[in-house]
């Protein structure tokens, strides 16, 4: 009898025991919930004709395509311009511009500098990799690589077929050549060890291939037609921070191109230092009304955008060679 309490008691205490060490062994295992990588897009102000450097309304469908489609654990944010408190750039993963040159990041150098120093990624677009020849070697080339310098580089509206680094993450989910009609800047001033360099995206202009000759258009322009041209490029910096730059995204249409779009959003994410998904960064088709969603007010006759398809792109006829122009160009040196 007594053994037979004894044994009782025993087994009681071992459940309670075993209830409580489950009870704690769940206590224990049950984690804290991440808060999601925070991107922020800074974008530029009203600039260029309805449907050019829409940048905040291009900011936003890739802000909503990372917050709503990609199925990553990302808050991505749009401020219109240099915020007025720099603190809410703060812990951000990766910080994004899309602007006219250094309209917005030249009210906060010193502030995205420390930021970069302390690993935070940077990425910039289209006109927003053009800062000045000063400003380029100081921040942009540290940052990220490599910038447009004036009388180096070269802005024509072209046609690209453009190539993504195989094997690298930026390509993940694309398929053959992204081919786009943008002002596909080229001959980037790159850092003078090169290979620091990743190129992350390539094309070759021709003169088939271009449809406009615009202003600053010169003899390196002419001397790399023919050769493969680096149009989104990237560094993984000693702050274990990454940086980024693109030259596409002049015109708003383009985001209703899935490899252009996929290609931007992987490299996005890339840059905020996230793995980018074997399927690449996830976003839904871009819709008519879509790409006519927070545009810049340019008036009242500005026409509806259309998505760009691939029959409007065959039809493009190639632009008449500035021959005048070009004659007075100096000689480049062979490679």
Same mark, same amino acid.
């Given at each position: 009898?007594?053994?037979?309490?004894?044994?009782?008691?025993?087994?009681?205490?071992?459940?309670?025991?075993?209830?409580?060490?489950?009870?704690?062994?769940?206590?224990?295992? &049950?984690? +804290? /919930?991440? $808060?999601?990588?925070?991107?922020?897009?800074?974008?530029? #102000?009203?600039?260029?004709?309805?449907? =050019?450097?829409?940048?905040?309304?291009?900011?936003?469908?890739?802000?909503?395509?990372?917050?709503?489609?990609?199925?990553?654990?990302?808050?991505?944010?749009?401020?219109?311009?240099?915020?007025?408190?720099?603190?809410?750039?703060?812990?951000?993963?990766?910080?994004?511009?899309?602007?006219?040159?250094?309209?917005?990041?030249?009210?906060?150098?010193?502030?995205?500098?420390?930021?970069?120093?302390?690993?935070?990624?940077?990425?910039?677009?289209?006109?927003?990799?053009?800062?000045?020849?000063?400003?380029?070697?100081?921040?942009?080339?540290?940052?990220?690589?490599?910038?447009?310098?004036?009388?180096?580089?070269?802005?024509?509206?072209?046609?690209? &077929?453009? +190539? /993504?680094? $195989?094997?690298?993450?930026?390509?993940?989910?694309?398929? #053959?050549?992204?081919?786009?009609?943008? =002002?596909?800047?080229?001959?980037?001033?790159?850092?003078?060890?090169?290979?620091?360099?990743?190129?992350?995206?390539?094309?070759?202009?021709?003169?088939?291939?271009?449809?406009?000759?615009?202003?600053?258009?010169?003899?390196?322009?002419?001397?790399?037609?023919?050769?493969?041209?680096?149009?989104?490029?990237?560094?993984?910096?000693?702050?274990?921070?990454?940086?980024?730059?693109?030259?596409?995204?002049?015109?708003?249409?383009?985001?209703?191109?899935?490899?252009?779009?996929?290609?931007?959003?992987?490299?996005?994410?890339?840059?905020?230092?996230?793995?980018?998904?074997?399927?690449?960064?996830?976003?839904?088709?871009?819709?008519?009304?879509?790409?006519?969603?927070?545009?810049?007010?340019?008036?009242?006759?500005?026409?509806?955008?259309?998505?760009?398809?691939?029959?409007?792109?065959?039809?493009?006829?190639?632009?008449?060679?500035?021959?005048?122009?070009?004659?007075?160009?100096?000689?480049?040196?062979?490679?």
């Amino acid at each position: 009898m007594r053994f037979t309490m004894f044994l009782q008691r025993v087994v009681a205490s071992a459940m309670v025991a075993g209830a409580v060490a489950a009870a704690t062994a769940g206590t224990t295992l &049950a984690a +804290e /919930p991440t $808060a999601p990588a925070r991107i922020v897009f800074l974008a530029g #102000g009203r600039s260029h004709g309805p449907g =050019e450097h829409e940048f905040r309304a291009g900011c936003m469908l890739l802000a909503r395509a990372l917050n709503e489609q990609s199925g990553l654990a990302v808050k991505a944010e749009v401020l219109q311009g240099w915020p007025e408190d720099p603190a809410v750039l703060d812990g951000a993963r990766a910080l994004v511009f899309y602007s006219d040159g250094t309209s917005v990041v030249g009210k906060g150098w010193e502030k995205t500098d420390a930021l970069v120093r302390g690993g935070t990624g940077v990425m910039f677009m289209h006109y927003a990799v053009h800062p000045s020849k000063a400003d380029g070697e100081r921040y942009f080339r540290p940052w990220m690589g490599g910038a447009f310098e004036d009388g180096w580089s070269v802005n024509p509206h072209w046609v690209a &077929a453009v +190539e /993504p680094r $195989a094997g690298h993450p930026v390509a993940r989910g694309i398929t #053959g050549p992204i081919v786009s009609l943008d =002002e596909f800047y080229y001959n980037m001033r790159f850092r003078p060890n090169r290979s620091e360099v990743l190129d992350l995206a390539t094309a070759t202009p021709s003169r088939e291939r271009i449809i406009r000759y615009i202003n600053l258009w010169n003899e390196h322009g002419v001397a790399g037609l023919g050769r493969p041209q680096t149009l989104m490029w990237g560094v993984e910096r000693p702050d274990g921070g990454r940086g980024v730059g693109f030259t596409g995204g002049h015109y708003h249409r383009n985001w209703s191109v899935d490899g252009f779009r996929t290609l931007v959003l992987n490299a996005v994410v890339w840059t905020a230092g996230i793995d980018v998904p074997a399927g690449g960064v996830k976003s839904l088709p871009v819709t008519e009304d879509d790409l006519n969603a927070n545009l810049d007010d340019k008036g009242p006759s500005k026409p509806r955008i259309t998505p760009l398809s691939a029959a409007e792109i065959a039809a493009l006829e190639p632009a008449a060679i500035p021959v005048d122009r070009e004659a007075k160009f100096p000689p480049v040196a062979a490679p």
